[in-house]
């Protein structure tokens, strides 16, 4: 069985410019988190998709937000990069119901200059 | 604000040895607690983990202890070993939504 993927694995991007992050879940998996991960602030909770309707935000703004398709698979975009938006972005796909496991994919490595 | 607060940031432990990783958390309304293994350049990975309504649960090597009333979780593995040597992290879902400790980088020397 197919892990979560997550691509492109690494991205290099100008302040102020836009990205686009892709997520695809564990096949059966309906729930889509995305998640950012830094040295200093560890790991935070964006968002989560549950049949392409987003049902949590955590704590970001507006620049950040996502989408997920039909297929479950999911898309994160963040509009006017900061540098401060440098990170790990992380996908993590789990099934329909709450408190099931989560599963993490390799992340998306972000560095804006 | 930091609702999971994990300790140490930090552990070295002899190969053989029991690494104890701790827990707290804030808010009631957790409902699901995993632990999550991260090497560097990977993603977190699932470890182990346990509902509210269970003390304790064992896999292997791994044992969460769960203290509902102190608001606590702990991680031991038994027997570490250098191929453990990675970043622990605790957290606690509610919502689908999982709130994340700091994390602790554990080393085992052999």
């Known amino acids: 069985k197919a892990g979560v993927t997550q691509t492109p694995r690494y991205l290099i991007k100008t302040r102020g410019q836009q990205v686009t992050l892709s997520c695809s879940p564990i096949s059966g998996h309906r729930s889509v988190s995305w998640y950012q991960q830094t040295p200093g602030q560890g790991l935070q909770f964006l968002f989560e998709?549950?049949?392409?309707?987003?049902?949590n935000k955590g704590n970001f703004p507006g620049r950040f937000s996502g989408r997920q398709f039909s297929n479950s698979r999911s898309e994160m975009n963040v509009s006017t990069l900061e540098l401060g938006d440098s990170a790990l972005y992380l996908c993590?796909?789990?099934?329909?119901?709450?408190?099931?496991?989560?599963?993490f994919g390799q992340g998306t490595r972000l560095t804006v200059v | 604000q930091q609702q999971v607060k994990q300790s140490p940031q930090s552990l070295i432990v002899q190969k053989g040895g029991i690494s104890i990783i701790n827990c707290a958390y804030e808010n009631t309304a957790f409902d699901y607690f995993p632990w999550y293994q991260q090497f560097p350049g990977k993603g977190p990975a699932l470890l182990i983990a346990i509902r509210p309504d269970v003390s304790e649960k064992k896999e292997g090597r791994f044992t969460i202890s769960f203290n509902k009333s102190a608001k606590q979780f702990s991680l031991h593995i038994m027997d570490s070993q250098p191929g453990d040597s990675a970043t622990y992290f605790c957290a606690a879902n509610a919502g689908n939504m999982l709130t994340f400790g700091g994390g602790t980088r554990l080393m085992v020397k052999p």
């Open positions: 998709y549950f049949s392409e309707t987003q049902r």
């Open positions: 993590a796909s789990s099934l329909w119901n709450k408190n099931t496991e989560a599963f």
